[in-house]
T-cell receptor, first 114, second 113 residues
């Protein structure tokens, strides 16, 4: 059974720091990996999707990398801002499963201090 | 284009009551899913559908029923609510391609007393 781990559960940094959020998964047979953002009391918003054949994806100040062989992904946030404060979740889709069967990590709650 | 909509936003039930959580999408997505989110447990898949008339179970299907009569709608039914079903419920949809991201609704916060 696929397990997705995100450590630490919470992180507090001063504004302007570059930071890395980690995600690890136990089964490397994945179809893709996605990073989501969730604001308190809200739904999930997709940030980046990395297909299994890709190594990384970039969107603005965000860069996500994927190393299938080691079962790891990282989300890099450059020049963090207070508006980046939210919970960040990673999720994987199994290679043989339906495209709706995401397995989520429990998320990292990020607080960026002004 | 409203995306994925869910109703109601909040609901309080008594143990044993039944109700239906509504989910609709206007993006013509084939794939739709229901997740529940609990503190310390993360998001877990309840049921999913790969098209109208086709549904399947996820990780935690017990106590929930689904049906998919149209592409747009994917309601989740609680047959006899239990306190263990107190949670936040999210509906999601996507085109069904490996390159496609999932779109989530705003969630329904359910409390069962």
């Amino acid at each position: 059974k696929q397990e997705v781990t995100q450590i630490p559960a919470a992180l507090s940094v001063p504004e302007g720091e570059n930071l890395v959020l980690n995600c690890s998964f136990t089964d490397s047979a994945i179809y893709n990996l996605q990073w989501f953002r969730q604001d308190p009391g809200k739904g999930l918003t997709s940030l980046l999707l990395i297909q299994s054949s890709q190594r990384e994806q970039t969107s603005g100040r965000l860069n996500a990398s994927l190393d299938k062989s080691s079962g790891r992904s990282t989300l890099y946030i450059a020049a963090s801002q207070p508006g980046d404060s939210a919970t960040y979740l990673c999720a994987v889709i199994p290679f043989t499963g339906a495209n709706s069967k995401l397995t989520f990590g429990k998320g990292i709650t990020l607080s960026v201090r002004p | 284009n409203a995306g994925v909509t869910q109703t109601p936003k909040f609901q309080v039930l008594k143990t044993g009551q039944s109700m239906t959580l509504q989910c609709a999408q206007d993006m013509n997505h084939e794939y739709m899913s229901w997740y529940r989110q609990d503190p310390g447990m993360g998001l877990r898949l309840i049921h999913y559908s790969v098209g109208a008339g086709i549904t399947d179970q996820g990780e935690v299907p017990n106590g929930y029923n689904v049906s998919r009569s149209t592409t747009e709608d994917f309601p989740l039914r609680l047959l006899s609510a239990a306190p263990s079903q107190t949670s936040v419920y999210f509906c999601a949809s996507n085109k069904g391609l490996g390159t496609d991201t999932q779109y989530f609704g705003p969630g329904t916060r359910l409390t069962v007393l």
